[in-house]
Every structure is written in C-alpha cells, then in structure tokens.
C-alpha cells in the first residue's frame, strides 16, 4: 500500500510540474506577443523539448503504475485520467510553441488596434484562466470548479467565430497588414484549440472524481 500511495503522489506532483510548465509557455508566449519580445518568443521554443520529455516521462510512469499495482476504482480512474491530461497539457505547450514561431517571424509590433478588435488579450487571460482553474480543480478534488471550464471554452469559441469577419473588414482597411493580420489570426485559432484542450482536461477530472464520461453522456443525450 505504501508503495501504491508513493507511486501516486509522484505521478501527482509530475503532472502538476508539467502544469506548471505549460501554463509559463503560455504566459509568456502572451508577454512576447504584447510586448514583441522575440528572445521570450525564442525561449518558449527552446523549452519545447522540455515539455515533450515531462509528457514522455508522465506517461511512463503512469504504464508502469497500471502494469505493476494493477489499481482499480478511484486510484485507476486518476491514473487513466492522468494520462489524457498529461496528453493535453502537451498539446497546449505545442500551441504556445506554434504562437512563438509566429512572434519570431514578425517584422515589427502588432498594432494595439488589432490585438483590441481581435481580442487576443482577452483570449490569453481566458485561457490562462482556465488553466489556472482546472489546476486548482484537479488539486482540491473539486469538480463544480472544472465544470466552470466549459464556459470560458464557449468565451473562446464567440471569439474565434467573429474573427475572420474582423480580419477581412482590417483587410480592407489595411491592405498593407494582410500578412500580420494573417497571422494573428492564426493565434486566435490556436488559442480556441486551446480552449478545446483545457475542456478535455476539465472532463477528465470530473471523470476522474465522479466516474462517468461527459463525452459518453453527450453522445447518449443526443440519441435519446
């Protein structure tokens, strides 16, 4: 038993480290963006490797926990959930990655009129609220609080669904912004997937505490 409760808390801590990874990228992949600060831009690549060997090293443990002390109920629901969580902090590191790339590229700031009709500082503080969030709900057991995710994810959608008509009226009215505002659009996109990831984080935990799939009982309703 002692070794099972040992396994678990290190399989914890290492999936809230990763957390933590995840949300810095985010973080400052909004600073170097607002403040056009190419060499955060760059850091955030650079430490791209670092969040694919957390996952790597996440899943890892999570296997062998499975293969060695065959859990079951609650201890295998966190471990199962785990692993998806672990998959989706991932792909919001890979993201903020993405976001960096485009900053990197930029011949010069984006006009504060832009990052105002494009909402793009909003989207970051959704998102950096969400992760912050789902966090604190994975920590205290709390699902009530994860259950909150699902609306900032609807935030991000109404966002992302107006920005291409914003784009194209910009267009217009700078044609000489076409390429950044191009861009940026790209970073809209990628802050909605995002959004789209933190709602599987959010329903993992609840799956985990509660032991039910909200993507089953979604599917089920529709039928019925």
Known sequence: MKHLEHDLKTIKSNILDM????????DNTRTALLEFDKSLANEVSMKE???????????????????????????????LATLKINYNLERIGDFANAISLVIEDLKE???EEIISKLKITEMFHICSLMMKDASS???NEDSKLARGI????KDLNAINK???????ELIKQKPDKTRVLL????VVRRLERVGDHMTNVAEEIIFSLEAK????????????
Do not use: Y
């Open 49 to 79: 490797k670092r969040v694919d060997a957390f996952e790597l090293k996440i899943d890892e443990a999570c296997e062998t926990f499975l293969a060695l002390q065959n859990p079951f109920a609650a201890d295998l629901r966190f471990v």
């Open 150 to 153: 699902f609306k900032m994810d």
């Open 19 to 26: 957390w933590g990874l995840v949300s810095s990228q985010l």
């Open 213 to 224: 799939k909200l993507a089953h009982a979604k599917f089920k309703n529709k039928i019925n």
């Open 109 to 111: 700031p984006v006009d």
């Open 162 to 168: 107006k920005a291409p008509d914003i784009v194209v």
């Open 183 to 186: 861009d940026i659009l790209s």
């Open 137 to 139: 709900a994975f920590i």
